[in-house]
């Protein structure tokens, strides 16, 4: 397993927010393409079952629990197996602590050391990203539009 951790003062809802809404990871990760929605959850627009497409990478939200675990799994792009992210929130003081966990197999035998390395940065750029994105969210944002 990897892992990232980071706090915000941003409130668990507004992170959730931003992490559960396909189209505001455009907004807060640095991505060569906007995110987008591609399939609704299965009883909830923004739920389990969400398929989000940030190219060349879709995944689908296999965990919704407002406002403290968020989790997605990876059905093609990355370069790995049996992706799977789990955010968990939990308030602290004034803002949020945030621990983003991932797991994974690898795709080609003795490549695990490469792509925990890659994924690990990439869980780290993650967690300054959204942060950063959090301390100065514009009225436009997607999350703040959307209705969860």
């Known amino acids: 397993m990897i892992q990232a951790t980071a706090t915000t003062s941003a409130a668990p809802e507004e992170v959730f927010r931003h992490l559960a809404v396909p189209e505001a990871w455009g907004a807060w990760g640095r991505f060569p393409a906007p995110a987008k929605q591609v399939r609704n959850g299965d009883t909830t627009t923004y739920g389990v079952g969400t398929v989000k497409k940030i190219w060349p990478v879709s995944e689908q939200t296999v965990a919704y629990e407002p406002y403290t675990h968020f989790g997605y ?3 093609s792009g990355l370069p ?3 992706y799977r992210s789990d955010v968990h929130l939990e308030a602290s003081g004034s803002g ?3 621990r983003w966990e991932a ?4 795709l080609v035998p003795g490549t695990r050391p490469v792509a ?4 690990r940065a990439l869980l780290s750029m993650f967690t300054r990203w959204l942060p950063a994105h959090l301390e100065h969210c514009p009225a436009g944002c997607p999350a ?3 209705d969860l």
Do not use: K, Y
Not at 103 to 106: A, D, G, H, I
Not at 116 to 119: E, G, V
């Open 144 to 146: 703040r539009r959307a």
């Open 80 to 82: 790995v197996r049996r």
């Open 96 to 98: 949020t602590s945030i």
């Open 116 to 119: 925990r390395f890659m994924l």
């Open 73 to 75: 799994v990876a059905l």
């Open 103 to 106: 797991v994974f197999e690898p």
